[in-house]
Protein backbone atom coordinates (compact mmCIF):
# COMPACT_ATOMS: atom_id res chain seq x y z
CA UNK A 1 0.00 0.00 0.00
CA UNK A 2 1.70 3.47 -1.45
CA UNK A 3 1.58 6.55 1.39
CA UNK A 4 -0.94 8.14 -1.11
CA UNK A 5 -3.37 5.02 -0.67
CA UNK A 6 -3.11 4.70 3.35
CA UNK A 7 -4.09 8.63 3.07
CA UNK A 8 -7.03 7.72 0.96
CA UNK A 9 -8.40 5.30 2.88
CA UNK A 10 -7.73 7.27 5.64
CA UNK A 11 -9.85 10.37 4.32
CA UNK A 12 -12.64 7.80 3.33
CA UNK A 13 -13.06 6.23 7.22
CA UNK A 14 -12.71 9.98 8.55
CA UNK A 15 -15.56 11.40 6.00
CA UNK A 16 -17.64 8.07 6.86
CA UNK A 17 -17.12 8.91 10.25
CA UNK A 18 -18.34 12.37 10.35
CA UNK A 19 -21.18 11.04 8.69
CA UNK A 20 -22.13 9.11 10.99
CA UNK A 21 -21.63 11.05 14.10
CA UNK A 22 -23.95 13.82 12.25
CA UNK A 23 -27.17 11.11 12.23
CA UNK A 24 -26.16 10.32 8.46
CA UNK A 25 -27.77 6.62 7.22
CA UNK A 26 -25.46 3.70 6.88
CA UNK A 27 -26.11 3.56 3.07
CA UNK A 28 -25.06 6.90 2.76
CA UNK A 29 -21.95 6.38 4.68
CA UNK A 30 -20.76 3.56 2.89
CA UNK A 31 -21.64 5.15 -0.93
CA UNK A 32 -19.77 8.55 0.08
CA UNK A 33 -16.63 6.21 1.41
CA UNK A 34 -16.66 4.59 -1.67
CA UNK A 35 -16.77 7.61 -3.83
CA UNK A 36 -13.68 8.96 -2.00
CA UNK A 37 -11.71 5.89 -3.17
CA UNK A 38 -13.57 5.66 -6.95
CA UNK A 39 -13.03 9.19 -7.08
CA UNK A 40 -9.26 8.82 -6.50
CA UNK A 41 -8.04 6.78 -8.91
CA UNK A 42 -6.02 4.95 -6.69
CA UNK A 43 -7.64 1.74 -6.36
CA UNK A 44 -8.88 -0.67 -8.74
CA UNK A 45 -12.81 1.00 -8.99
CA UNK A 46 -14.00 4.40 -10.77
CA UNK A 47 -11.36 6.22 -12.23
CA UNK A 48 -8.27 4.02 -11.47
CA UNK A 49 -10.52 0.64 -13.01
CA UNK A 50 -8.68 -1.98 -14.93
CA UNK A 51 -9.87 -2.38 -18.45
CA UNK A 52 -10.68 -5.24 -20.21
CA UNK A 53 -8.89 -7.29 -22.60
CA UNK A 54 -10.24 -5.40 -25.54
CA UNK A 55 -9.45 -2.19 -24.15
CA UNK A 56 -12.30 -1.13 -22.70
CA UNK A 57 -13.02 -0.05 -18.72
CA UNK A 58 -16.02 -1.80 -17.72
CA UNK A 59 -17.08 -1.37 -13.61
CA UNK A 60 -19.54 -3.22 -11.31
CA UNK A 61 -21.03 -1.96 -8.12
CA UNK A 62 -23.66 -2.95 -5.38
CA UNK A 63 -24.40 -2.02 -2.65
CA UNK A 64 -27.44 -3.04 0.30
CA UNK A 65 -29.03 -2.05 3.39
CA UNK A 66 -30.18 -4.11 6.22
CA UNK A 67 -33.50 -2.99 7.64
CA UNK A 68 -35.50 -3.67 4.68
CA UNK A 69 -32.99 -5.90 2.96
CA UNK A 70 -33.20 -3.18 -0.15
CA UNK A 71 -30.27 -3.86 -2.91
CA UNK A 72 -28.76 -2.20 -5.84
CA UNK A 73 -26.01 -3.15 -8.66
CA UNK A 74 -24.46 -2.42 -11.49
CA UNK A 75 -22.56 -4.68 -13.78
CA UNK A 76 -20.45 -3.88 -16.89
CA UNK A 77 -21.20 -0.42 -16.76
CA UNK A 78 -18.69 2.09 -18.55
CA UNK A 79 -17.79 5.90 -18.64
CA UNK A 80 -18.70 7.14 -14.85
CA UNK A 81 -16.75 8.16 -12.22
CA UNK A 82 -18.68 6.63 -9.42
CA UNK A 83 -20.88 2.91 -10.27
CA UNK A 84 -21.43 3.00 -6.60
CA UNK A 85 -24.11 5.80 -6.76
CA UNK A 86 -25.12 3.87 -9.74
CA UNK A 87 -26.00 0.88 -7.91
CA UNK A 88 -27.87 3.36 -5.46
CA UNK A 89 -29.87 4.80 -7.72
CA UNK A 90 -30.94 1.43 -9.38
CA UNK A 91 -32.14 0.70 -5.78
CA UNK A 92 -33.74 3.47 -5.13
CA UNK A 93 -35.44 5.06 -8.64
CA UNK A 94 -35.94 1.55 -10.11
CA UNK A 95 -38.14 -1.62 -8.98
CA UNK A 96 -34.99 -3.86 -10.10
CA UNK A 97 -31.82 -4.54 -7.97
CA UNK A 98 -29.24 -5.37 -11.10
CA UNK A 99 -28.60 -3.40 -14.57
CA UNK A 100 -25.95 -4.26 -16.78
CA UNK A 101 -23.91 -3.05 -20.21
CA UNK A 102 -25.15 -0.29 -21.97
CA UNK A 103 -28.21 0.05 -20.22
CA UNK A 104 -26.45 0.32 -17.02
CA UNK A 105 -24.40 2.99 -18.72
CA UNK A 106 -27.43 5.14 -20.29
CA UNK A 107 -29.15 4.46 -16.77
CA UNK A 108 -25.99 6.64 -15.36
CA UNK A 109 -25.98 8.89 -17.68
CA UNK A 110 -29.53 9.96 -17.54
CA UNK A 111 -29.23 9.87 -13.70
CA UNK A 112 -26.52 12.52 -14.32
CA UNK A 113 -24.01 11.02 -13.12
CA UNK A 114 -20.50 12.16 -13.30
CA UNK A 115 -18.46 11.07 -16.19
CA UNK A 116 -15.09 9.59 -17.13
CA UNK A 117 -13.55 11.70 -19.77
CA UNK A 118 -11.56 9.31 -22.51
CA UNK A 119 -7.99 10.40 -23.05
CA UNK A 120 -7.45 11.93 -26.34
CA UNK A 121 -4.78 9.93 -27.59
CA UNK A 122 -4.51 7.80 -30.44
CA UNK A 123 -4.34 4.61 -28.25
CA UNK A 124 -7.22 5.10 -26.57
CA UNK A 125 -9.34 6.07 -29.68
CA UNK A 126 -7.99 2.45 -30.74
CA UNK A 127 -9.25 1.33 -27.82
CA UNK A 128 -12.80 2.49 -27.89
CA UNK A 129 -13.20 0.60 -31.41
CA UNK A 130 -12.62 -3.15 -30.18
CA UNK A 131 -16.23 -3.38 -28.52
CA UNK A 132 -17.53 -5.50 -31.61
CA UNK A 133 -14.62 -7.41 -32.71
CA UNK A 134 -11.89 -8.78 -30.48
CA UNK A 135 -8.26 -7.85 -31.47
CA UNK A 136 -5.33 -10.57 -32.85
CA UNK A 137 -4.21 -9.90 -29.04
CA UNK A 138 -7.33 -10.15 -27.35
CA UNK A 139 -7.56 -13.69 -28.95
CA UNK A 140 -4.01 -14.50 -27.91
CA UNK A 141 -4.13 -14.34 -24.27
CA UNK A 142 -7.72 -15.24 -24.59
CA UNK A 143 -5.64 -18.87 -25.59
CA UNK A 144 -3.21 -18.19 -22.80
CA UNK A 145 -5.87 -18.14 -20.22
CA UNK A 146 -7.38 -21.11 -20.90
CA UNK A 147 -4.59 -22.92 -21.29
CA UNK A 148 -3.78 -21.79 -17.45
CA UNK A 149 -1.12 -19.65 -18.15
CA UNK A 150 0.40 -19.01 -14.77
CA UNK A 151 2.25 -15.61 -15.40
CA UNK A 152 -1.44 -13.75 -16.58
CA UNK A 153 -3.02 -15.51 -13.51
CA UNK A 154 -0.34 -13.51 -11.17
CA UNK A 155 -1.04 -10.35 -12.66
CA UNK A 156 -4.69 -10.64 -11.59
CA UNK A 157 -5.39 -7.58 -9.52
CA UNK A 158 -7.52 -7.97 -6.33
CA UNK A 159 -7.97 -4.21 -5.19
CA UNK A 160 -11.85 -3.92 -4.95
CA UNK A 161 -12.99 -1.28 -2.86
CA UNK A 162 -16.16 -1.59 0.14
CA UNK A 163 -17.09 -0.31 2.50
CA UNK A 164 -19.37 -1.50 6.19
CA UNK A 165 -21.04 0.77 8.29
CA UNK A 166 -23.55 0.86 11.38
CA UNK A 167 -25.01 3.95 12.07
CA UNK A 168 -27.20 5.77 14.85
CA UNK A 169 -31.14 4.14 14.35
CA UNK A 170 -28.97 0.51 14.25
CA UNK A 171 -28.88 0.11 10.32
CA UNK A 172 -25.93 -1.59 8.96
CA UNK A 173 -25.34 -1.39 5.26
CA UNK A 174 -22.45 -2.76 2.88
CA UNK A 175 -21.06 -1.69 -0.59
CA UNK A 176 -18.47 -2.74 -2.76
CA UNK A 177 -17.07 -1.14 -6.47
CA UNK A 178 -14.37 -3.10 -8.89
CA UNK A 179 -12.62 -2.23 -12.42
CA UNK A 180 -12.79 -6.06 -12.24
CA UNK A 181 -9.53 -8.51 -12.17
CA UNK A 182 -6.33 -7.03 -14.57
CA UNK A 183 -6.77 -9.51 -17.40
CA UNK A 184 -10.54 -10.35 -17.93
CA UNK A 185 -12.40 -10.93 -21.48
CA UNK A 186 -15.03 -8.76 -22.32
CA UNK A 187 -17.99 -9.19 -20.38
CA UNK A 188 -17.04 -10.95 -17.38
CA UNK A 189 -18.49 -9.95 -14.15
CA UNK A 190 -17.17 -10.72 -10.94
CA UNK A 191 -18.38 -11.45 -7.47
CA UNK A 192 -18.95 -7.64 -6.34
CA UNK A 193 -22.12 -6.62 -7.94
CA UNK A 194 -24.03 -9.99 -6.75
CA UNK A 195 -26.11 -9.18 -4.12
CA UNK A 196 -25.00 -12.58 -1.09
CA UNK A 197 -21.29 -12.94 -2.64
CA UNK A 198 -20.08 -9.68 -2.86
CA UNK A 199 -21.95 -8.11 -0.16
CA UNK A 200 -24.87 -8.41 1.77
CA UNK A 201 -26.71 -6.94 4.60
CA UNK A 202 -29.22 -7.46 7.31
CA UNK A 203 -29.72 -5.86 10.70
CA UNK A 204 -31.06 -9.15 11.63
CA UNK A 205 -27.07 -10.76 11.12
CA UNK A 206 -24.65 -7.78 10.27
CA UNK A 207 -23.17 -6.37 7.13
CA UNK A 208 -19.79 -7.56 4.38
CA UNK A 209 -17.91 -6.74 1.73
CA UNK A 210 -15.80 -8.71 -0.02
CA UNK A 211 -12.59 -8.53 -2.11
CA UNK A 212 -10.81 -10.98 -3.87
CA UNK A 213 -11.21 -13.20 -6.86
CA UNK A 214 -14.62 -12.62 -7.83
CA UNK A 215 -14.54 -16.54 -9.33
CA UNK A 216 -13.95 -18.15 -5.70
CA UNK A 217 -16.20 -15.50 -4.31
CA UNK A 218 -19.15 -16.32 -6.49
CA UNK A 219 -19.08 -20.28 -5.96
CA UNK A 220 -18.94 -20.04 -2.09
CA UNK A 221 -21.58 -17.42 -2.25
CA UNK A 222 -19.09 -15.68 1.14
CA UNK A 223 -20.95 -12.68 1.65
CA UNK A 224 -24.30 -14.69 2.31
CA UNK A 225 -22.71 -17.68 4.10
CA UNK A 226 -20.75 -15.28 6.44
CA UNK A 227 -23.67 -13.22 7.56
CA UNK A 228 -25.73 -16.77 8.00
CA UNK A 229 -22.94 -17.46 10.53
CA UNK A 230 -23.25 -14.02 12.40
CA UNK A 231 -27.22 -14.68 12.67
CA UNK A 232 -26.79 -18.03 14.57
CA UNK A 233 -24.54 -16.08 17.08
CA UNK A 234 -20.89 -16.68 16.10
CA UNK A 235 -18.57 -13.71 16.39
CA UNK A 236 -17.74 -11.77 13.47
CA UNK A 237 -13.66 -12.96 13.59
CA UNK A 238 -14.55 -16.21 13.47
CA UNK A 239 -17.08 -16.24 11.22
CA UNK A 240 -15.16 -14.85 8.54
CA UNK A 241 -12.20 -16.85 9.08
CA UNK A 242 -14.43 -20.55 8.99
CA UNK A 243 -16.10 -19.10 5.57
CA UNK A 244 -12.50 -18.16 4.33
CA UNK A 245 -10.89 -21.07 5.07
CA UNK A 246 -13.21 -23.19 3.34
CA UNK A 247 -13.11 -20.88 0.28
CA UNK A 248 -9.25 -21.87 0.51
CA UNK A 249 -9.89 -25.58 1.02
CA UNK A 250 -12.81 -26.09 -1.64
CA UNK A 251 -11.62 -24.28 -4.62
CA UNK A 252 -8.06 -22.48 -3.55
CA UNK A 253 -9.81 -19.25 -3.76
CA UNK A 254 -8.50 -15.94 -2.88
CA UNK A 255 -10.11 -13.19 -0.48
CA UNK A 256 -10.71 -10.27 2.15
CA UNK A 257 -13.77 -9.04 4.22
CA UNK A 258 -14.98 -6.67 5.90
CA UNK A 259 -17.54 -7.94 8.51
CA UNK A 260 -20.01 -5.90 10.96
CA UNK A 261 -22.42 -7.74 13.68
CA UNK A 262 -24.98 -5.16 14.66
CA UNK A 263 -23.90 -4.66 17.80
CA UNK A 264 -20.63 -3.26 16.70
CA UNK A 265 -18.51 -5.96 17.02
CA UNK A 266 -16.29 -5.96 13.33
CA UNK A 267 -13.56 -8.15 11.75
CA UNK A 268 -11.48 -7.47 8.99
CA UNK A 269 -10.05 -11.21 7.37
CA UNK A 270 -8.29 -11.88 4.78
CA UNK A 271 -6.11 -15.34 3.48
CA UNK A 272 -4.34 -12.89 0.83
CA UNK A 273 -0.95 -12.03 1.27
CA UNK A 274 -1.96 -8.26 1.99
CA UNK A 275 -5.36 -5.95 1.87
CA UNK A 276 -5.33 -2.61 2.32
CA UNK A 277 -7.72 -1.76 4.85
CA UNK A 278 -8.97 0.31 8.25
CA UNK A 279 -11.45 1.35 10.73
CA UNK A 280 -12.18 4.12 12.78
CA UNK A 281 -14.49 4.47 15.87
CA UNK A 282 -14.04 8.27 16.31
CA UNK A 283 -11.30 7.83 18.94
CA UNK A 284 -7.81 8.77 18.62
CA UNK A 285 -6.59 8.53 14.54
CA UNK A 286 -8.08 6.29 11.81
CA UNK A 287 -6.45 2.62 12.23
CA UNK A 288 -4.95 1.64 8.19
CA UNK A 289 -3.29 -1.41 7.32
CA UNK A 290 -2.22 -3.66 4.52
CA UNK A 291 -2.28 -6.64 6.65
CA UNK A 292 -4.93 -7.85 9.49
CA UNK A 293 -3.07 -11.03 10.42
Same mark, same amino acid.
Given at each position: ?????? #??? %?? /????????????????? @? @???? $??????????? !????????????? &??????????????? !?? !????????? $?????? @??????? *????? +??????? &?????? &??????? #????????????????????????? =?? #?????? &? =? #???????? =??????? @?? /?????????????????? %???????????????? *????????????????????????????????? %???? +? +????????????????????????? *????? !??????????????????
Amino acid at each position: MTAAQA #GCL %TA /ALEIGYHLLDRGAPALT @V @VEQA $ICVLEQSGLFN !AGRGSHVQLDGVR &RMDASIMEGQGLQAG !AV !ASVEGIVHP $ISAARL @VMEQTTH *VMLVG +KPASAFA &RHCGLE &RQLRRPS #GHAARQTTMTKTWSPKTLELYRAMM =AG #GSTLRK &R =A #GKETVGAV =ALDQAGT @VA /AGASTGGIDLMLPGRVGD %TPIIGCGVYADNESGA *VSMTGLGEGIIRIAVAKEICDRLAQGERPASAA %TQVL +K +KLVRRINGAAGSLVLAPDGRFAITH *VTPRM !AAGWWDGKRRPLVKDSFR
